[in-house]
């Protein structure tokens, strides 16, 4: 292959910016190499794969590199939260207390109960789950299951709950689904509202598609690799969490819950188990400094919120927890130990919220701040307040972002123009392509990456054909990753090498809504999708009226649909009575108008959908002007 194409090596500019940010950390701190390993029973070595055979997560692929010193191609701190991170299998957290990690981003926390066991979010994929629990059993004997517990509202900790559990077992009552308020609507709402440019974003944050290596990926922040392709699945919860305080007991495990809405997820909880002494913090305090803005998109997380949770958490478990556990990386034993690391991770999201608003207060802009703002000495020292998944910079700009948005009050950032329509211009105004490219190539030489890449951003959005350009911003790209000791960060900036070298290519279609996120969305959610892929544009002179019925579960709803104005807009509860179609549908129906699965004459065929007064053609000029929604876009090119 053209060695163009292929990683390079470190420059001796990050060679040395390496060697550099090595000689300022806590090297003598080495608590978590214990920590990571402590209470191993056993792990698997063969990949977890679909019924098909297609790998979803090869759960040793990092294992022999990882066994090395850090080499020039990757951030010293990096390589050694990638090497903490490392081991993975069954754990004995605590007795009674287990935890499955490395078998996908997130961990399986296992509570034994009198008869059986409950489980602590079921991992990211059915497969993945399946294979956790399969650990579980084969050393801890083959318990029932009698509670799903999910933690919160992301995808990674639901995603394999038919793996362990069935509908027929929920419904008949012999397990439980328990949830923090709001769970459904935050979990449906997050992953298809917005979830394929989300998720088309997640793998630059995650580098799925770059392989493993000293020139790859080494490490995601919350663990060293996330599964991929398996099948996500979600069985509703049967009990809601809604005050802080509730308590629970499930075949003899006491469970007592701190809703922490809105920090790092909406619907989020905390659980405390007073027989063990231990606290589950879900993902409000890991080994890393989270993220208040996520790479993959979503909405500013609560600097606020959150501090306040894990203060609560201190005042009300701190001095009662032997031990604290995560849903993510390791888990923390002592007493002292425990409050320290909540008071730690309490004081890192306060003082980036402080902070910044007393710079922007000051005037200082959102990138003024990211690049002046550090956190205290004494917070430094802590491999776990370091930024492997969230950054102290990302994070800055979050909190900005939060009370004053994307605008900075500089006029002259009002109005800007588009990059592609931008980039032409300047380079023009640079002396032309030549020299703009030269000025771009001795930016590279002299290691200065960061104004490389915004040379060469413009010169790529100005041609993407040039391959010159295009292989120097990939180039830059790669040497800006080898530095970063945030992983996302060397994801982002390696996956954007990968496509720049490789173009982007369709690996095949990702379902964003599968039959269980369906099922779980109600009709209004629907019609809120089916508003969502509406062309605007194209829809600005329709002008239809219906009068939809939508039946599911034996109960049906009335909503009112217009679209006028290149919107669609649905009221509940009323009858048009001068409506151009009234129609009845089932839900799954409706579902499959919004996806596009199926058109109003095959539903009507199939009995699924009635007309009840009109004509269907009211219908089909809405319909076919809901548009697919294109997963593999670029990115890194116009």
């Known amino acids: 292959m053209d060695q163009d194409l292929q990683p390079k090596s470190a420059t001796p500019a990050t060679i040395a910016a390496n060697k550099a940010a090595a000689e ?19 792990t698997i070595s063969e990949p977890i794969t679909r019924a098909d055979g297609a790998v979803v997560l090869a759960v040793d692929s990092h294992d022999e590199m990882l066994k090395a010193d850090a080499p020039d191609t990757v951030h010293p701190s990096l390589w050694r939260h990638a090497q903490v991170s490392r081991p ?32 602590i979010d079921p991992l990211v994929y059915n497969e993945t789950a399946a294979a956790a629990l399969a650990l579980y059993r084969e050393h801890r004997g083959d318990r029932e299951v009698k509670a ?34 709001g769970f459904l609507e935050e979990a449906v709402s997050e992953n298809v509202y917005a979830g394929n440019a989300m998720s088309r974003r997640a793998l630059y944050q995650t580098a799925n598609i770059v392989a493993p290596g000293p020139r790859g990926q080494v490490n995601s922040g919350l663990g060293n690799i996330a599964g991929h392709a398996g099948l996500n699945t979600l069985i509703a919860p049967t009990d809601i969490i809604t005050e802080t305080g509730d308590t629970r007991t499930v075949d003899g495990v006491e469970m007592e819950f701190q809703l922490a809405l809105g920090t790092e997820a909406p619907s989020e909880f905390l659980i405390y188990f007073p027989q063990f002494r231990a606290l589950c913090t879900a993902e409000d305090a890991t080994h890393t400094m989270h993220q208040l803005y996520t790479l993959r998109g979503a909405q500013v997380r609560d600097a ?78 802590q491999w776990y307040t370091h930024g492997y998944y969230g950054s102290l910079s990302h994070n800055a700009k979050a909190v900005y972002q939060r009370y004053l948005g994307w605008y900075d009050s500089h006029p002259a950032h009002l109005h800007k123009l588009p990059p592609a329509d931008v980039a032409p211009r ?16 001795s930016a590279f030489d002299d290691g200065d990456y960061r104004w490389a890449a915004e ?15 295009v292989l120097l911003q990939a180039d830059t790209f790669e040497q800006l990753g080898y530095q970063a000791e945030n992983g996302l960060w060397r994801n982002e900036y390696l996956t954007g090498a990968l496509e720049l070298r490789h173009g982007v290519h369709d690996l095949g279609t990702v379902n964003l809504a599968g039959p269980d ?40 709803e009335q909503f009112a649909v217009q679209v006028q104005n290149g919107v669609l807009v649905y009221t509940p509860d009323l009858v048009l009575s001068d409506a151009d179609l009234a129609v009845s549908t089932t839900k799954d129906a409706l579902a499959q108008l919004v996806l596009g699965t199926a058109t109003a004459d095959e539903l009507r065929q199939a009995g699924s959908l009635t007309v009840e007064a009109g004509d269907l053609t009211a219908l089909a000029s809405v319909t076919e002007l809901l548009e697919p929604f294109m997963f593999w876009f670029n990115i890194v090119t116009p």
């Open 24 to 42: 300022s950390l806590p090297w003598e701190d080495r608590r978590d190499y214990d920590d990571s390993v402590r209470g191993f029973i056993g």
């Open 88 to 119: 993975h299998g069954l754990f004995e957290v605590a007795e009674r207390i287990y935890q499955v990690r490395g078998l996908d981003l997130s961990n399986m926390t296992i509570i034994e109960g009198d008869t059986g066991i409950l489980i």
């Open 148 to 181: 799903i517990i999910y933690t919160h509202s992301h995808l990674d900790h639901y995603g394999g709950s038919r793996a362990v559990a069935t509908q027929a077992e929920v419904d008949a009552g012999k397990v439980s689904v328990i949830a923090p308020a």
């Open 304 to 381: 606020v919120a959150w501090w306040k949770a894990l203060d609560e958490a201190i005042v009300r478990y701190g001095d009662r927890s032997d031990v604290l556990f995560a849903q993510h990386t390791w888990p923390t034993w002592g007493t002292d130990e425990v409050t320290q690391l909540l008071a730690d991770q309490r004081d890192v999201y306060k003082y980036i919220h402080d902070e910044v608003l007393r710079m922007a207060n000051a005037g200082q802009t959102p990138e003024e701040i990211a690049e002046e703002i550090q956190l205290p000495p004494a917070l430094q020292a």
């Open 426 to 441: 300047y380079v023009k105004a640079m002396g032309g392509r030549d020299a703009a490219l030269a000025t771009a190539q």
């Open 455 to 469: 040379l060469l951003t413009h010169l790529v959005f100005a041609d993407p054909t040039d391959r010159e350009a």
């Open 517 to 556: 996120v369906l099922a779980a969305m109600t009709p209004a959610m629907l019609f809120d999708l089916a508003g969502i892929k509406l062309n605007g544009r194209k829809a600005w002179d329709v002008r239809t009226k219906i009068s939809w019925t939508v039946t599911s579960d034996g109960r049906s």
